[in-house]
C-alpha cells in the first residue's frame, strides 16, 4: 500500500527544476518537467551521495553537481558517467495545489 505524502506546493517548483525534499530521515529530488509534470527520486546521487536539488536540470536530465554525473528524472536511469548505478523513483500526484509522494508502507510488526 502506498503511503502519500505532502511534499511541496506545486508552485514552488519552477519548470525545468528541482527541489529537495525530506521526510523521515531521508531526503527526496521533486522535479517539475518541461511539460509540467511532477516526478521524484532519492535525493542523493548514486555516486557520491551529493544533493541533487543542488544539481542542473534539463528537459529529463539532473546533473550531479559534484562530478557531472546524470540521471534520467524520469526513470532514475543513470545516464551519464561517473554514475552507474540508478536512482531510485517514487510516484507523484498532484493534489490541489500539493505536490504528494508516494512512499511505500512501513513495515508491519
Not at 534539463?58 to 554514475?83: L, Q, W
Not at 498532484?94 to 508491519?108: K, N, Q
Request: glycine share 10%.
Amino acid at each position: 500500500m502506498t503511503t502519500w505524502i505532502d511534499a511541496c506546493g506545486a508552485d514552488d517548483i519552477d519548470q525545468e527544476d528541482v527541489v529537495r525534499f525530506d521526510h523521515a530521515g531521508r531526503t527526496f529530488a521533486i522535479y517539475r518537467s518541461p511539460e509540467d509534470q511532477y516526478f521524484a527520486t532519492d535525493g542523493l546521487c548514486t555516486h557520491e551521495r551529493v544533493h541533487l536539488a543542488d544539481g542542473l536540470v534539463m528537459e529529463d536530465i539532473i546533473e550531479c553537481p559534484k562530478h557531472n554525473g546524470r540521471f534520467s528524472y524520469k526513470t532514475g536511469e543513470a545516464r551519464g558517467a561517473p554514475v552507474c548505478v540508478n536512482l531510485k523513483t517514487y510516484p507523484i500526484k498532484v493534489d490541489g495545489d500539493r505536490i504528494m509522494i508516494g512512499l511505500g508502507e512501513p513495515p508491519s510488526r
